[in-house]
């Protein structure tokens, strides 16, 4: 009997599962991915279900079909080990992935087949008839798979988190997903200025009942530490140390801690010893990156004539590392800026300018990452390069980004006392004055800009721009 392929598609819609949750390839980088949740999997003490599901879509992204359906049935022998007593409502989003994978393949029968067992499993588990069955497990799995596909998501995963909470409020693993997701929100909403705390209640109460999770752990220290509770959080990255002194995932944020609290040497050892564990993580290989230019950076600042062999040393291993990680994960665009700035201090800057162009390149940027680039770039003019006007151009640009953020406010306030010290060294000219003035104007200061642009004028009194700018402003006051 031929399926009807249309009838098909319209039912494969209606699952739950990966290829129904708009998660989307140009996001990631999937080898980078794939190796990630191959570490979790070996690392990790709890259950593998999501980990193999998820590994079964990026397999297909990847088109690798046949070692997709290899993963979901590592995905349903777990389900066999650790549900015994709910092998359906466990297996509905591996069932989903079945279908949809053996539609890819053209195989319409299996596909109708797995259709099928998740709608009757619907139908038992259910007692409304619809097929868009809520169960909270489904909506946690799907919570961790938006996580891992990156920042665009992080808003997606705390919904879906907050959704499987309302059932279940007290369910360990979820709390723990939604503290996770609030953790990276507000990671990115630092970066935006916004309030620090709301995710330090949810990391609480995840630790409280996730007692051997020391990755949350070292979240919570890390939360901590940005509130200025730095004791406090030691005393749980001191903890998690007993419980889990090999696991790679909570030692590189224990070595994050130490970073940032100054004990470079000790965030080292800690690095080294993850690194043991999994070479190839591209975390770890930009956290060692990160910690020899922080000692660069220390030697520069305490030493007035520092060694060059030394500075030279850290400079090259800082070099090492970062280069490590932007060969691996193309997509990760603090490593590349990271590099960059790198190779502007060792002065190799042709490299630097193609590093900087291949950040920039990175199809996946936010606004706050535009910014930051801008940003970056007009300090490399300004300081290697040695043109104020390009650094301006480049400044303006961040600016332009109206995303409010602390890295909008390092480009106005470069811009600002770049344009200032040349006007008041009387080597500005009427540019120089109508760019203040565009400056004063993006941050909502009027009477400056207007001073600002009547100064441009008073140097070039038929600049179109100028007036009109000028007309502008007068009208808005």
């Not at 009997?1 to 980088?29: A, P, R, Y």
């Not at 992935?97 to 797995?114: F, L």
């Not at 696991?247 to 470079?264: D, H, I, T």
């Given at each position: 009997?031929?399926?009807?392929?249309?009838?098909?598609?319209?039912?494969?819609l209606?699952?739950?599962?990966?290829?129904?949750?708009?998660?989307?390839?140009?996001?990631?980088d999937?080898?980078?991915?794939?190796?990630?949740?191959g570490?979790?999997?070996e690392?990790?003490?709890?259950s593998?279900?999501?980990n193999?599901?998820?590994?079964?879509?990026?397999?297909?992204?990847?088109?690798?079909?046949?070692?997709?359906?290899?993963n979901?049935?590592?995905?349903?022998?777990?389900?066999?080990?650790?549900?015994?007593?709910?092998?359906?409502?466990?297996?509905l989003?591996?069932?989903?992935?079945?279908?949809?994978?053996y539609?890819h393949?053209?195989?319409?029968e299996?596909?109708?087949?797995?259709v099928?067992?998740?709608?009757?499993?619907c139908?038992?588990?259910?007692?409304t008839?619809?097929?868009?069955?809520?169960?909270?497990?489904?909506?946690?799995?799907?919570?961790?798979?938006?996580?891992?596909?990156?920042?665009?998501y992080?808003?997606?995963a705390?919904n879906?988190?907050?959704?499987?909470?309302?059932?279940?409020?007290n369910?360990?693993?979820?709390n723990?997903?939604y503290a996770?997701?609030?953790?990276?929100?507000?990671?990115f909403?630092?970066?935006?200025?916004?309030?620090?705390?709301?995710?330090l209640?949810p990391?609480?109460?995840?630790?409280?009942?996730?007692?051997?999770?020391?990755?949350i752990?070292?979240?919570?220290?890390?939360k901590?530490?940005?509130l200025?509770?730095?004791?406090?959080?030691?005393?749980?990255?001191?903890?998690?140390?007993?419980?889990?002194?090999?696991?790679?995932?909570?030692l590189?944020?224990?070595?994050?801690?130490?970073r940032?609290?100054?004990?470079?040497?000790?965030?080292l050892?800690?690095?080294k010893?993850?690194?043991?564990?999994?070479p190839?993580s591209?975390?770890?290989h930009?956290q060692l990156g990160?910690?020899?230019?922080a000692?660069?950076?220390?030697?520069k600042?305490?030493?007035r004539?520092?060694?060059?062999?030394?500075?030279?040393?850290?400079?090259r291993?800082?070099?090492?590392?970062?280069?490590?990680?932007?060969?691996q994960?193309?997509?990760?665009?603090?490593?590349?800026?990271?590099?960059?700035?790198?190779?502007?201090?060792?002065?190799r800057?042709e490299?630097?300018?193609?590093?900087?162009?291949?950040?920039?390149?990175?199809?996946?940027?936010?606004?706050?990452?535009?910014q930051?680039?801008?940003?970056?770039?007009?300090?490399?003019?300004?300081?290697?390069?040695?043109?104020?006007?390009?650094?301006?151009?480049y400044?303006?640009?961040?600016?332009?980004?109206?995303?409010?953020?602390?890295?909008?406010?390092?480009?106005?306030?470069?811009?600002?006392?770049?344009?200032?010290?040349?006007?008041?060294?009387?080597l500005?000219?009427?540019?120089?004055?109508a760019t203040?003035?565009l400056?004063?104007?993006?941050?909502?200061e009027?009477?400056?800009?207007?001073?600002?642009?009547?100064?441009?004028?008073?140097l070039?009194?038929d600049?179109?721009e100028?007036?009109?700018?000028?007309c502008?402003?007068?009208?808005c006051?």
């Amino acid at each position: 009997s031929t399926i009807s392929k249309n009838s098909l598609k319209s039912s494969l819609l209606q699952l739950e599962c990966h290829f129904t949750w708009t998660l989307l390839k140009q996001d990631v980088d999937l080898d980078d991915l794939e190796e990630t949740i191959g570490d979790q999997i070996e690392f990790f003490i709890k259950s593998n279900i999501t980990n193999y599901n998820l590994l079964s879509y990026v397999c297909h992204l990847k088109n690798s079909n046949e070692e997709a359906l290899r993963n979901l049935q590592k995905a349903e022998e777990e389900v066999k080990k650790h549900h015994p007593d709910e092998i359906a409502r466990r297996s509905l989003v591996t069932w989903g992935n079945y279908a949809w994978i053996y539609y890819h393949m053209e195989r319409y029968e299996a596909a109708q087949t797995y259709v099928s067992k998740v709608e009757n499993s619907c139908k038992k588990l259910s007692s409304t008839a619809q097929q868009k069955i809520q169960l909270p497990e489904i909506y946690a799995e799907q919570g961790w798979a938006l996580l891992k596909f990156g920042g665009k998501y992080y808003e997606r995963a705390k919904n879906c988190f907050e959704n499987a909470l309302k059932n279940e409020p007290n369910n360990p693993e979820f709390n723990a997903g939604y503290a996770i997701a609030m953790y990276r929100l507000e990671d990115f909403s630092y970066r935006l200025c916004q309030d620090l705390g709301p995710s330090l209640k949810p990391l609480e109460r995840a630790v409280e009942l996730n007692p051997k999770d020391t990755f949350i752990m070292a979240l919570l220290a890390l939360k901590l530490q940005d509130l200025k509770r730095v004791d406090e959080g030691e005393r749980y990255i001191e903890e998690a140390m007993q419980k889990t002194p090999n696991l790679p995932y909570f030692l590189r944020y224990a070595a994050k801690f130490y970073r940032r609290k100054g004990e470079v040497d000790k965030a080292l050892k800690i690095l080294k010893k993850a690194l043991a564990v999994t070479p190839k993580s591209a975390f770890l290989h930009h956290q060692l990156g990160l910690c020899y230019r922080a000692k660069l950076f220390q030697l520069k600042k305490t030493t007035r004539y520092p060694p060059q062999e030394q500075v030279e040393e850290l400079i090259r291993l800082s070099i090492f590392h970062f280069k490590t990680v932007t060969g691996q994960k193309t997509k990760f665009f603090t490593a590349h800026t990271d590099l960059a700035n790198m190779y502007a201090q060792a002065k190799r800057y042709e490299e630097a300018e193609e590093t900087f162009q291949k950040a920039f390149q990175i199809n996946i940027l936010s606004c706050v990452d535009k910014q930051h680039f801008y940003y970056n770039y007009g300090n490399f003019q300004r300081f290697h390069m040695k043109s104020e006007s390009e650094a301006i151009r480049y400044y303006i640009e961040g600016l332009k980004i109206e995303e409010d953020s602390y890295v909008r406010k390092q480009c106005g306030n470069a811009l600002k006392k770049l344009l200032e010290q040349r006007t008041q060294e009387g080597l500005g000219d009427a540019t120089d004055f109508a760019t203040l003035g565009l400056v004063h104007n993006l941050n909502g200061e009027k009477h400056e800009a207007i001073e600002c642009y009547e100064k441009a004028i008073a140097l070039c009194p038929d600049n179109e721009e100028y007036l009109s700018a000028l007309c502008e402003l007068r009208l808005c006051i």
